[in-house]
Every structure is written in C-alpha cells, then in structure tokens.
C-alpha cells in the first residue's frame, strides 16, 4: 500500500469494455526489500520484478507461467552494436541503470541501460500479436484530466504503476502541464526501425512526453556512438518519479531519448543489488 495515493480513484478505463478500475495497489521498485537473495543477481531482479516467473540458474532459463521456458544466453565481448540487435537476457544486464540522476556515465560510447532487449522474452512476458497486446490495455491519464491519454498494458501490473505514478507527480509542486500537454504517444505496434524486433512501445510498457522537450540523439545529427552532449529538459523529480514506479528513463542512456520512459523494473532492482554488493 502507498499510504494517501493509494486511496485516490482513478481512471482506468479498459478498453473495449468501457468499465472503470478503482485504485490498485503498486510497488514502489526504489525501496522494495533486495536482501535475501542469491548470487544470481539477474534471476532475483527478474523474479521479484516479475513474480509470475522463476528462473532456474543451472539449466540457465527463465520459466513462464504458462510452463514454457526461455534460455537466458551468455554475456559476450562482442560489439555493442551486436548486443543490441540480438541480444541476449542476460546481455540485457550489460549496462547498470544509474540510480542516481546521473548524466555523466551516459557520455560513455553505447552506454544505454536499458536499450538492448531480448524480443523473444517481451513476446512472452506480454504479448505476441497486435490483436492481444490490445486486448490488454486500459487507459491511463492524470487524476481530474481528460488527456492525455496513456494505453499501457495491465499485464505485470503496469498500467496500475503508471496511473500511480501519475498521481504522485500530479500532487507534486511541478509545472507538469509542458511535458503533459503534447506527448509523443504511448502503445504503438511496430518494429524498431531497420530490425524485426518489436519496439517497447508494442507491448504497452513504453510512453514518450513531449517531444519537443524530450530531445533524441538521431534528431541531434550525432553519429551513432557519439552522442556526447545532451541538453536536458527533463525534471529530476519526475524522472524520480517514474523509477519509484519501475520505468527507467531514455535520457540516461548515450544513445539518449529524452521524452522516453518504459517499464522495466528488473534493471532498477538489479542495479539496486549491485549497489549493495549482495
């Protein structure tokens, strides 16, 4: 339970079927118990992000709900731009998500926590087809506002994470309304360009602010690993925000996409137990 916020009803409006969610229940992934866990530090990230799966660490798999398993692969020397077309769960890992709000680690050539992702694994743990990932999503906007709306998937409880942290950051002493009033989108079934892997956006873990604040390295004329200079825009309290709830932020990554935050609480938890040397 959240305390005050947890009480707050809000619109969650399940597509298709025109009903209203109360107010659910969510983790806050900066102070969720790490202890107690074994060596295995991705299996315990993955099994207490997500605790619909197990992870078995001697065959190496990651088991679903449904009884099919996953190899999680190995972690390789091989080029960073090889990792992130095809990398493995595992190599998800490679780079620790910053806890901090830190842009200096981001400066590093290909440093982008978060950005490599293996598809085969976000297939099963949401969707596998545009027709189901729909069927899943509810819709998602600050408490007393008509737009905009945000179509994030209830699978994993995201869309509960995201109308929560909407909530939070709508009682908070920010001038939301310019990340707020244009926002680049949310759900989106589509291929990331020039590759046959599904975009973030295609499971309703991902949304994007406005653009026009966000700032994207293509957009910059940077060369790929060489996306030095970042000029942010975007508050420290709401990226803050967003983590306590399990997105991490785009503009903590080299290739930086400033306006970007997705669902992924494994690589908060897992850079939590790093931290801590567990």
């Not at 993955?46 to 197990?54: G, K, R």
């Not at 990792?83 to 490679?94: A, K, M, P």
């Not at 969707?127 to 408490?143: F, G, I, M, W």
């Amino acid at each position: 339970m959240l305390g005050r916020l947890g009480q707050i009803f809000l619109a969650l409006s399940f597509i298709g079927k025109g009903a209203v969610s109360p107010a659910c229940d969510a983790t806050d992934f900066t102070s969720l118990d790490v202890t107690g866990h074994g060596p295995d530090l991705i299996a315990s990230a993955l099994e207490l992000a997500y605790p619909d799966l197990s992870v078995d660490s001697d065959l190496n798999q990651v088991r679903f709900q449904d009884g099919t398993t996953l190899d999680m692969g190995h972690v390789s020397d091989r080029a960073a731009q090889d990792r992130l077309t095809s990398g493995s769960l595992r190599e998800q890992f490679y780079y620790t998500y910053p806890l901090t709000f830190d842009l200096i680690s981001r400066k590093t050539p290909f440093h982008d926590p978060g950005r490599i992702r293996n598809d085969a694994f976000f297939r099963k743990l949401y969707s596998s087809t545009e027709r189901s990932a729909r069927q899943n999503l509810d819709k998602v906007r600050l408490p007393d506002q008509n737009r905009p709306n945000f179509y994030m998937t209830r699978h994993n409880n995201v869309s509960c994470q995201m109308a929560n942290a909407l909530a939070e950051i709508a009682v908070q002493d920010l001038d939301i309304a310019p990340f707020f009033n244009k926002v680049g989108g949310s759900f989106n079934w589509r291929m990331v360009r020039g590759t046959n892997r599904l975009s973030a956006h295609s499971f309703g873990i991902a949304f994007d602010l406005n653009p026009s604040l966000g700032g994207y390295w293509k957009w910059s004329g940077a060369p790929e690993g060489q996306a030095f200079d970042y000029d942010n825009n975007i508050p420290q309290a709401l990226v803050e925000i967003f983590e306590k709830y399990g997105f991490i932020w785009g503009g903590k990554w080299h290739h930086f996409d400033g306006m970007h935050f997705e669902y992924r609480p494994e690589l908060i938890l897992y850079a939590r137990m790093a931290q801590r040397g567990l």
